[in-house]
């Protein structure tokens, strides 16, 4: 968590477009790395906790202008963030052993 947030901090100055890609593509390997049977909750913790840090590293572009949820929401309309799942099955791997 901690290197996903330094890295919105890093990159804060891209285009929106950009840095919803790169999120989108760290929390595709996120999941297909921890997504397995059981595990959906803390993929949707980990995925919200992204969402928080992503906005607040965006409120912080600017002096004046401030992003609060209602304009995050809207935003991640039109970028959307992958939702959380699981990508792997334990249960299948069990059934077949």
């Not at 996903?4 to 990159?11: A, G, I, Q, S, T």
């Not at 100055?13 to 999120?23: C, D, F, G, V, Y």
């Not at 840090?53 to 809207?74: H, V």
Request: proline share 3%.
């Amino acid at each position: 968590m901690k290197a996903v947030d330094d890295w919105c901090r890093r990159h804060r100055h891209w285009s929106l477009k950009e840095q919803q890609q790169a999120l989108a593509q760290k929390l595709r390997g996120h999941f297909a790395f921890y997504g397995i049977t059981g595990n959906s909750t803390a993929l949707s913790r980990f995925r919200f906790w992204v969402l928080g840090s992503w906005r607040r590293w965006l409120d912080r572009r600017s002096q004046r202008a401030r992003m609060g949820w209602a304009k995050f929401n809207a935003m991640l309309e039109r970028y959307p963030l992958p939702p959380a799942r699981a990508t792997r099955s334990v249960l299948r791997h069990a059934a077949k052993a």
